[in-house]
């Protein structure tokens, strides 16, 4: 499994994971007139910097091959401190059945996320397999998707951990 390439340093913290699939170490190189001039490194940095102030650890991977992302999330899954998932699938958003399967396996909330609005660009990338596994997707807003999906699962948790201690009514 590769390994993380940005850690916050927070022991005993919630996680959440993110997954970076195929082609993203490219970024701020590959066609940046659609997906930018951030730096997977930058991405990763601000990431970090928002889940410390959040209050989470955030555990950021990248890997170009279908059974390494899986194997994230599997490792995701198996994890009480993951508290849930952000994933780029990148191309893999419109083929893998494979990945779709394992995001249903988690018990974690997972949100999608795309750099580039994938609507307005080639019509087979208007269907993500993997989003029906997902709370939500967030696309087309460059690297604050990445961002906004944090922001929103350290929210969605808080609001779960909170609703679970709560006495009925």
Avoid at 24 to 48: K, M
């Amino acid at each position: 499994m590769p390994p993380a390439t940005s850690t916050s340093a927070g022991a005993g913290r919630p996680a959440v994971v993110v997954i970076h699939g195929p082609n993203l170490d490219l970024l701020g190189q590959r066609e940046p007139a659609i997906y930018g001039t951030t730096t997977l490194p930058e991405l990763d940095a601000r990431l970090v910097a928002l889940g410390d102030a959040l209050g989470v650890d955030v555990r950021a991977h990248q890997t170009n091959g279908e059974g390494a992302f899986i194997d994230l999330l599997h490792d995701a899954r198996a994890r009480s401190e993951v508290a849930g998932v952000i994933v780029n699938p990148g191309g893999y958003t419109h083929t893998s059945v494979a990945i779709a399967d394992a995001l249903h396996a988690l018990d974690v909330p997972v949100v999608e996320v795309h750099l580039s609005n994938l609507y307005a660009r080639e019509g087979f990338r208007h269907e993500s397999r993997t989003a029906t596994a997902c709370r939500g997707v967030i696309m087309g807003l460059g690297p604050d998707s990445y961002l906004l999906a944090l922001r929103h699962l350290v929210a969605f948790s808080s609001d779960s951990a909170r609703a679970a201690t709560m006495e009925p009514a």
